[in-house]
């Protein structure tokens, strides 16, 4: 533990030594601060877009997600009245149909479990395309902020090298 805390103390003063170091600054010009500002402005409208994206990406990652959990419960409501439907007729059989009348059950539900198992599947699948294509969007929004950002510090070397 306190070999944790002796590192932890170290990287501390390394982070404030670090800081406190500078590097001399080129001289502002004009060109330089229409760069500096332009960059700032192209990469505030990129961070922006990044957010609705974001927001929008996830907006349809939950609406997929809800529409998955709701078709789950429909298929398994589904098959749940018919296995009882087919319970049902059982208990109603006569005691030498009761053999066959339990047969067609069992039959019944595991076509029942079947179908539902497969609207599950669909649904989950359609829910995790849209997570996926969420996450392809963000990635992508990301990027562009990304290459904004390095756009604008290459313009603002170019203006200071220029002068």
Not at 33 to 43: I, L, N, R, T
Request: charged share 40%; glycine share 2%; net charge positive.
């Amino acid at each position: 533990m306190n070999k944790i805390i002796a590192t932890l103390i170290a990287g501390m003063f390394a982070t404030a030594a670090y800081a406190q170091t500078t590097t001399p600054a080129a001289p502002v010009t004009p060109a330089v601060a229409k760069a500096e500002a332009k960059a700032d402005k192209a990469v505030g409208k990129a961070e922006q877009k990044e957010m609705k994206v974001d927001a929008k990406a996830d907006e349809k990652a939950g609406k997929a997600h809800a529409k998955a959990e709701k078709k789950d419960a429909e298929a398994l409501s589904d098959a749940d009245k018919k296995k009882a439907k087919a319970q049902n007729k059982v208990a109603k059989a006569d005691p030498e149909d009761k053999m066959k009348e339990q047969a067609k059950a069992d039959k019944t539900a595991a076509k029942a479990d079947e179908k539902a198992e497969k609207k599950i599947a669909k649904a989950d699948a359609k829910a995790s395309k849209a997570a996926i294509d969420a996450t392809t969007d963000k990635t992508i929004a990301a990027d562009k902020t990304a290459a904004a950002k390095a756009k604008g510090a290459a313009d603002i070397k170019a203006a200071e090298a220029k002068h």
